[in-house]
């Protein structure tokens, strides 16, 4: 399936250095399937003890709906669990942008058809102001020209060329087109030494 | 201009370069756990795919499993179903398992290298960010998701964008009771915890060469706390040595064909590189961590930073650290009480680092304010500890001796902290609710300084304890 561009409501998560342990507690990995993850999703930080409800934008009724998650510097770092990608999505988030990710957090989004995009520090604290004063307002991120178009804020989010191109192509589910080198594949592993 | 080892390694094994630009990068080597897989043997059954290379891949069981009764079934029923998956999953398709009744169970990163399956020059990936571990012999050894583990399950190989590469080069005389941790502590200190975005970390230089394989296992294991994924170091006569006659190493003649590839493929003397940062290591002190990640440590004899010193990013994760800790700014870490200890886990749960915590500990006592627990890596890490008594060292002191698994590191099975509990630990994250509790709270150090923490019921300096 190819991703061009993808639009929906924005919801902020502020912070740099957000861990994977954060975005999902590592007791709801014990599970064989991905699904049933929504609820998991920043657990910790919406729940106390008691299972009463913290201030978390995730808790946060204007975000109802939200697909766009706006983030700050080195989002998803630490663990590899695919399972955090796996809540946000689950949640309903399609795009993340932020000031810088993990890289093993971009490829877990990447293989599931989720776009990451950097912005500067000042372009990311414009998109998190407008979002939080006009959570109704939607934005709209244009894969190929790599375009953001927020209200009345335009401008240009970097993406990896690889990544751009693998959601334009439809090559982002990537069995299928590493399946194709199968000769290939074959001819290496005999010729390795090991 | 010579090669460094990571792009010869790199060259031997990519497929070819997608359309996409990305590599297709064969995996030579694929280790699974309990946890990451399951998903990813349900998408390939899903597509009616199969495994290509059973033969490049084991298994093992660490993270979930409980370090005390290990009788099946499991008393945590979703643990139990964990594993179940995960036999099934191996015995469908052919791949080795080690189970919990398998004398070669344990902590993945510590079977691979000490079964000798982990060798330089090759590509390693595993579903756990800490694979970095195995590139101390010299292998690219790539933490990955579960969509990866389903490509290389069905294809042998992963798309993924070539990253540069960093040279880090450790000089100087590291003092008495400074370890391989307290130097990569102090490296992602210095780097940050993103400066190692895009970036291999090549480890080199005379501190680098002096250390054991087991130390510099330490120090690739948390190249992902730096931000890189990826963190090696070159082959050279210690790995050789330490390679020699483990079950999965080639032996005799075919050993002497292995080692003439693995001398080939370490980095030119001219090697080039993207990067280069030195440090030297004379008069670096025992390192711990005073906040909510790996990067925020200090010496032990420093004081905790003022806010007002940092810059504003880092400013504002150190308020949500202090808040989480309970520290104030500007003092000290030194006697500050703890509640837990615990020695273990993929970066300090080998037998040299028992070795060591038990040294500490040999003839003390824990103190009554601080439960304090051992996890071997694994079970022959075990084994050989009860053979050199260390486990009687450490129960005779209070400490429990636990069965080999992850344990209080990620806190999937029973180990974990309590409520708002300071626990000293060998591990390798203190992110907030790392350790099995919301609000619990996590130091990282050396297992030395945790023995001595354990010892003293509060944070010390090892040095003071001779
Ligand atoms: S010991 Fe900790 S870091 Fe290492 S593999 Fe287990 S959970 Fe991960």
Same mark, same amino acid.
């Given at each position: 399936?190819?991703?061009?561009?993808?639009?929906?409501?924005?919801?902020?998560?502020?912070?740099?250095?957000?861990?994977?342990?954060?975005?999902?507690?590592?007791?709801?990995?014990?599970?064989?399937?991905?699904?049933?993850?929504?609820?998991?999703?920043?657990?910790?930080?919406?729940?106390?003890?008691?299972?009463?409800?913290?201030?978390?934008?995730?808790?946060?009724?204007?975000?109802?709906?939200?697909?766009?998650?706006?983030?700050?510097?080195?989002?998803?770092?630490?663990?590899?669990?695919?399972?955090?990608?796996?809540?946000?999505?689950?949640?309903?988030?399609?795009?993340?942008?932020?000031?810088?990710?993990?890289?093993?957090?971009?490829?877990?989004?990447?293989?599931?058809?989720?776009?990451?995009?950097?912005?500067?520090?000042?372009?990311?604290?414009?998109?998190?102001?407008?979002?939080?004063?006009?959570?109704?307002?939607?934005?709209?991120?244009?894969?190929?020209?790599?375009?953001?178009?927020?209200?009345?804020?335009?401008?240009?989010?970097?993406?990896?060329?690889?990544?751009?191109?693998?959601?334009?192509?439809?090559?982002?589910?990537?069995?299928?087109?590493?399946?194709?080198?199968?000769?290939?594949?074959?001819?290496?592993?005999?010729?390795?030494?090991? | 201009?010579?090669?460094?080892?990571? *792009?010869?390694?790199?060259?031997?094994?990519?497929?070819?370069?997608?359309?996409?630009?990305?590599?297709?990068?064969?995996?030579?080597?694929?280790?699974?756990?309990?946890?990451?897989?399951?998903?990813?043997?349900?998408?390939?059954?899903?597509?009616?795919?199969?495994?290509?290379?059973?033969?490049?891949?084991?298994?093992?069981?660490?993270?979930?499993?409980?370090?005390?009764?290990?009788?099946?079934?499991?008393?945590?029923?979703?643990?139990?179903?964990?594993?179940?998956?995960?036999?099934?999953?191996?015995?469908?398709?052919?791949?080795?398992?080690?189970?919990?009744?398998?004398?070669?169970?344990?902590?993945?990163?510590?079977?691979?290298?000490?079964?000798?399956?982990?060798?330089?020059?090759?590509?390693?990936?595993?579903?756990?960010?800490?694979?970095?571990?195995?590139?101390?012999?010299?292998?690219?050894?790539?933490?990955?998701?579960?969509?990866?583990?389903?490509?290389?399950?069905?294809?042998?190989?992963?798309?993924?964008?070539?990253?540069?590469?960093?040279?880090?080069?450790?000089?100087?005389?590291?003092?008495?009771?400074?370890?391989?941790?307290?130097?990569?502590?102090?490296?992602?200190?210095?780097?940050?915890?993103?400066?190692?975005?895009?970036?291999?970390?090549?480890?080199?230089?005379?501190?680098?060469?002096?250390?054991?394989?087991?130390?510099?296992?330490?120090?690739? *294991?948390?190249?992902?706390?730096?931000?890189?994924?990826?963190?090696?170091?070159?082959?050279?006569?210690?790995?050789?040595?330490?390679?020699?006659?483990?079950?999965?190493?080639?032996?005799?003649?075919?050993?002497?064909?292995?080692?003439?590839?693995?001398?080939?493929?370490?980095?030119?003397?001219?090697?080039?590189?993207?990067?280069?940062?030195?440090?030297?290591?004379?008069?670096?002190?025992?390192?711990?961590?005073?906040?909510?990640?790996?990067?925020?440590?200090?010496?032990?004899?420093?004081?905790?930073?003022?806010?007002?010193?940092?810059?504003?990013?880092?400013?504002?994760?150190?308020?949500?650290?202090?808040?989480?800790?309970?520290?104030?700014?500007?003092?000290?870490?030194?006697?500050?009480?703890?509640?837990?200890?615990?020695?273990?886990?993929?970066?300090?749960?080998?037998?040299?680092?028992?070795?060591?915590?038990?040294?500490?500990?040999?003839?003390?006592?824990?103190?009554?304010?601080?439960?304090?627990?051992?996890?071997?890596?694994?079970?022959?890490?075990?084994?050989?500890?009860?053979?050199?008594?260390?486990?009687?060292?450490?129960?005779?002191?209070?400490?429990?001796?636990?069965?080999?698994?992850?344990?209080?590191?990620?806190?999937?099975?029973?180990?974990?902290?309590?409520?708002?509990?300071?626990?000293?630990?060998?591990? *390798?994250?203190?992110?907030?609710?790392?350790?099995?509790?919301?609000?619990?709270?996590?130091?990282?150090?050396?297992?030395?300084?945790?023995?001595?923490?354990?010892?003293?019921?509060?944070?010390?300096?090892?040095?003071?304890?001779?």
């Amino acid at each position: 399936m190819k991703i061009e561009n993808t639009s929906g409501k924005c919801i902020v998560v502020r912070g740099n250095e957000i861990d994977t342990d954060r975005i999902i507690p590592a007791r709801f990995m014990k599970v064989v399937s991905f699904k049933g993850l929504r609820e998991a999703a920043f657990y910790d930080e919406r729940y106390d003890a008691d299972g009463g409800l913290k201030t978390h934008p995730f808790n946060d009724e204007q975000y109802n709906g939200a697909s766009i998650l706006l983030v700050n510097k080195n989002f998803g770092c630490g663990s590899s669990r695919e399972h955090a990608p796996q809540a946000l999505m689950r949640w309903g988030i399609k795009a993340i942008i932020g000031e810088s990710f993990a890289e093993i957090f971009v490829g877990n989004c990447t293989s599931m058809g989720i776009p990451t995009a950097a912005v500067s520090a000042d372009d990311i604290e414009a998109l998190m102001r407008k979002a939080e004063e006009q959570p109704d307002v939607v934005m709209s991120l244009d894969i190929s020209s790599e375009e953001i178009r927020f209200g009345d804020i335009i401008l240009h989010a970097g993406m990896n060329p690889a990544i751009r191109k693998a959601m334009l192509s439809g090559s982002w589910d990537s069995t299928e087109i590493l399946l194709e080198a199968d000769s290939l594949i074959r001819w290496l592993d005999n010729e390795l030494p090991y | 201009m010579g090669m460094n080892l990571f *792009n010869k390694v790199w060259d031997l094994h990519r497929v070819k370069t997608l359309d996409s630009g990305l590599d297709q990068l064969f995996i030579g080597l694929h280790l699974i756990h309990e946890v990451t897989s399951p998903q990813a043997f349900s998408m390939i059954e899903e597509r009616g795919l199969s495994v290509k290379y059973p033969d490049r891949t084991f298994a093992t069981v660490d993270h979930i499993v409980p370090t005390l009764d290990q009788s099946r079934p499991f008393q945590d029923p979703l643990a139990e179903k964990m594993i179940q998956a995960l036999e099934d999953n191996t015995k469908r398709h052919g791949i080795s398992l080690f189970d919990t009744e398998n004398e070669n169970q344990g902590i993945v990163h510590i079977i691979g290298p000490e079964l000798g399956l982990t060798q330089p020059g090759m590509t390693i990936a595993c579903g756990d960010s800490h694979t970095s571990t195995h590139g101390a012999f010299g292998s690219i050894a790539l933490g990955v998701g579960t969509s990866q583990i389903r490509d290389i399950l069905a294809t042998q190989t992963i798309a993924i964008s070539r990253p540069k590469v960093r040279l880090i080069e450790v000089s100087g005389t590291l003092a008495e009771g400074v370890t391989a941790k307290d130097i990569i502590l102090k490296i992602i200190c210095d780097l940050g915890v993103n400066g190692g975005i895009g970036y291999a970390y090549e480890y080199c230089g005379p501190v680098i060469e002096a250390l054991s394989m087991e130390e510099r296992m330490t120090i690739c *294991n948390m190249s992902i706390e730096g931000g890189a994924r990826v963190g090696y170091i070159n082959p050279d006569e210690t790995t050789f040595e330490y390679l020699k006659d483990r079950p999965y190493v080639p032996q005799a003649e075919a050993f002497d064909e292995a080692l003439k590839n693995w001398k080939s493929i370490a980095s030119d003397s001219d090697a080039e590189y993207d990067d280069v940062y030195r440090l030297d290591v004379s008069g670096l002190s025992p390192m711990v961590t005073w906040g909510i990640n790996p990067g925020q440590g200090i010496g032990i004899d420093e004081n905790l930073p003022l806010l007002k010193n940092l810059d504003a990013e880092a400013a504002e994760v150190a308020s949500k650290a202090y808040s989480h800790m309970g520290f104030s700014e500007g003092t000290a870490v030194l006697g500050q009480p703890i509640d837990a200890a615990f020695i273990g886990s993929c970066t300090n749960g080998r037998i040299s680092d028992l070795r060591a915590a038990a040294a500490v500990v040999k003839g003390r006592k824990v103190a009554h304010t601080v439960r304090a627990i051992v996890v071997p890596g694994s079970k022959h890490v075990a084994v050989q500890a009860e053979k050199e008594g260390l486990d009687k060292i450490f129960t005779e002191a209070g400490f429990q001796w636990r069965n080999a698994g992850c344990s209080m590191c990620l806190a999937m099975n029973p180990d974990k902290l309590k409520g708002r509990e300071l626990c000293a630990s060998s591990s *390798n994250r203190n992110f907030i609710g790392r350790q099995g509790s919301p609000t619990g709270r996590t130091m990282l150090m050396s297992p030395q300084m945790a023995a001595a923490a354990a010892v003293s019921g509060k944070i010390v300096d090892v040095r003071n304890m001779k």
